[in-house]
């Protein structure tokens, strides 16, 4: 049961920035969540995604915060208090955003710290002084390091989307963080699946944790519909295309398993006049921002993307996300999925199920407990042949010139060599130039010089003759040892010899 937030606590600067960013009822991890904080206890939350565990933790986790704001410019007075790690940088930007917006009316400094850019205007930020510190833990331990940031008087770590920490290896990486922390802090691990993994890592650095689960464990959101249509890898794109304009959809996601399907896929889209930017690992990290960007604003209309962006991006009124590639792993089909359908708007999730498909759409079914029905979608297949013509018509046209003229030799029984004239370079010029009428009859075509041949270079090789004179040994030196030795040059002496 949600509440309003006019019923929390809240110091008046925080509940100020949470009325201008329109927040009126709580979702219910937060109605849970936030008085347990509030409190100083560990939490174990587990909730869907994109029901608002970054407000669960952050408002909270300021409102304690509130106790050490001073107004100083000494960095000495503005020392790490709370430490927030989450696992990829589009996430952490955007926990960072969220953090400032609800901080902006009091004196807490916030920063974020990622991987992808130059370490130098991060580390000029930290020397500052920041109270809140969102990281992603390469980046962090970098700074760690290089002794950029001291984390001697944090009071309260949070692990966001631990589960994602923990797929990508990140564990060791978490355990040389927390080494570096005080043992009396509180931390705050949310998740939106709840594993084994995840169960023993909070019983290593949780103390005795209150577990919050306001939904069932890997359960997707009920106002997303899901539709999965088997389509063969062939006709994917076109039912794709088929499926966004039949459908209306201004805006989707696009998840791919890989980064070169990934990039291939967005100049797909973009060829067939889709506003389309790609998001993958391989991508900058400015790009990754202004591509995000773009698509925040409506500037873009199809995200084409890998799991980079499956955890987490909160983008409000995304109507639909597509899986052109079924996840291996079943727990991320929930990530994906929930782009879409966030802070109970509706939401409609599309996937295309091939023939080797099956194995991962039965880890799907068993994870959600549940029957997925396959369904049919016509695909029009004259787009799919003019797609996959070459654009250049010169290029084509000399390419069917080729293929006409090895089908002639072969069909006369003859063998016609296309390798050049040993003799020389005057058969060349014998040659019937089909290729060169045919582009002489294009605008602007301007023809190549022909090149005389010159005949010195048609006779065959003659060897030089010598006279007897040069072709006769020279005599040896009787003065010289070897003829490998050279005689020694005669130098001015500084001082004459007596003797």
Request: hydrophobic share 35%; glycine share 6%; proline share 5%.
């Given at each position: ?6 019923n929390?606590?809240?110091?008046p ?17 937060q ?6 904080v509030?409190t ?8 869907q ?9 952050s408002?909270?986790?300021l409102?304690?915060l509130?106790?050490?704001e001073?107004s ?14 989450l ?15 609800y ?9 974020v710290?990622?991987g ?27 700074h760690?390091?290089?002794?950029n940031?001291?984390l001697?008087?944090v009071?309260?770590?949070?692990l966001d ?5 923990l ?12 080494s570096?922390?005080p ?11 709840f594993s ?13 944790p ?9 359960e997707?959101?009920a106002?997303?519909?899901?539709q ?5 890898v ?12 039949a ?17 291939r ?13 790609a ?45 052109f590639?079924i996840p291996?792993n079943a ?12 802070a109970?708007a509706?939401g409609?999730?599309?996937s ?6 099956q194995?991962?759409?039965?880890d799907?079914?068993k994870?959600?407990?549940t ?7 016509s ?11 070459p654009r ?23 063998r016609?060599?296309f390798?050049?004239?040993r ?14 009428s045919r ?12 090149i005389?041949?010159d005949?010195?270079?048609d ?13 006769a040994p020279?005599?040896?030196?009787p ?9 020694k ?11």
């Amino acid at each position: 049961m949600t509440t309003s937030f006019s019923n929390l606590q809240l110091a008046p600067a925080l509940a100020r920035a949470v009325a201008e960013m329109g927040y009126e009822s709580m979702t219910p991890i937060q109605a849970q969540a936030i008085p347990v904080v509030l409190t100083g206890q560990d939490v174990m939350g587990a909730a869907q995604t994109g029901t608002g565990k970054t407000a669960a933790f952050s408002l909270p986790l300021l409102q304690r915060l509130l106790k050490h704001e001073n107004s100083s410019t000494s960095p000495a007075r503005h020392p790490v208090r709370a430490l927030v790690l989450l696992p990829t940088r589009e996430l952490a930007d955007q926990v960072a955003q969220q953090i400032k917006q609800y901080a902006v009316h009091t004196n807490l400094r916030s920063m974020v710290v990622f991987g992808g850019m130059d370490m130098k205007p991060q580390t000029l930020e930290l020397k500052k002084g920041v109270e809140v510190l969102v990281a992603t833990p390469g980046r962090l331990l970098d700074h760690i390091e290089a002794k950029n940031v001291v984390l001697n008087q944090v009071e309260y770590v949070v692990l966001d989307e631990a589960d994602r920490m923990l797929d990508i290896g990140f564990l060791p990486d978490l355990q040389r963080i927390l080494s570096h922390l005080p043992k009396q802090r509180t931390t705050l691990l949310f998740s939106a699946t709840f594993s084994t993994e995840i169960k023993r890592l909070a019983g290593s650095y949780l103390q005795n944790p209150v577990t919050i689960e306001v939904a069932r464990p890997n359960e997707t959101a009920a106002t997303i519909t899901q539709q999965f249509y088997s389509v063969s890898v062939d006709d994917k794109y076109n039912a794709l295309r088929h499926l966004i304009k039949a459908n209306g959809m201004k805006q989707a996601f696009v998840f791919c398993n890989s980064k070169l399907g990934c990039a291939r896929l967005a100049r797909s889209l973009e060829r067939d006049g889709f506003r389309t930017s790609a998001l993958h690992g391989d991508k900058s990290q400015d790009e990754r921002l202004k591509a995000l960007e773009g698509f925040k604003k409506g500037e873009v209309d199809l995200l084409v993307c890998t799991d980079v962006a499956a955890r987490g991006l909160d983008i409000k009124d995304v109507p639909a996300v597509f899986n052109f590639d079924i996840p291996f792993n079943a727990e991320d089909y929930v990530h994906r999925i929930g782009r879409t359908g966030r802070a109970g708007a509706l939401g409609h999730a599309i996937s295309f199920v091939s023939g080797s498909d099956q194995r991962l759409v039965g880890d799907i079914e068993k994870l959600l407990k549940t029957k997925i029905t396959l369904e049919t979608v016509s695909v029009e297949q004259d787009r799919s042949r003019e797609r996959r013509e070459p654009r250049n018509d010169s290029r084509n046209d000399s390419r069917e010139q080729r293929g006409d003229m090895r089908s002639e030799s072969s069909a006369g029984g003859e063998r016609r060599e296309f390798s050049r004239p040993r003799e020389g370079y005057a058969s060349r010029d014998a040659r019937p130039r089909e290729q060169d009428s045919r582009r002489s009859r294009e605008v602007g075509y301007v023809p190549a010089p022909r090149i005389k041949n010159d005949p010195f270079f048609d006779k065959p090789y003659e060897a030089p003759v010598r006279s007897a004179e040069a072709a006769a040994p020279a005599a040896p030196d009787p003065l010289r040892k070897s003829a490998n030795i050279k005689p020694k040059r005669v130098m001015a002496a500084l001082f004459k010899s007596t003797t």
